[in-house]
């Protein structure tokens, strides 16, 4: 099994609640240092693309 390399977000300052982000070759898998569960979201390259162009398009100025 691999171990994924995960990399804290830049947006992310003191605190738990910090998003962490690992890739392997087709897939990405995120997760939030503050989730007791550990839950970890894994999508693949285009899926998470998509999310992230309908987050931007949504966000306020």
Not at 31 to 37: G, I, R
Not at 39 to 60: C, E, M, V, Y
Request: negative net charge; contains cysteine.
């Amino acid at each position: 099994m691999h171990t994924l390399d995960w990399r804290k977000s830049s947006y992310c300052q003191t605190g738990d609640a910090c998003v962490h982000i690992a890739t392997t070759p087709d897939t990405i898998h995120l997760t939030e240092s503050a989730d007791p569960t550990q839950t970890i979201l894994s999508a693949a390259p285009t899926a998470f693309g998509a999310l992230l162009r309908a987050l931007k398009q949504n966000s306020p100025a």
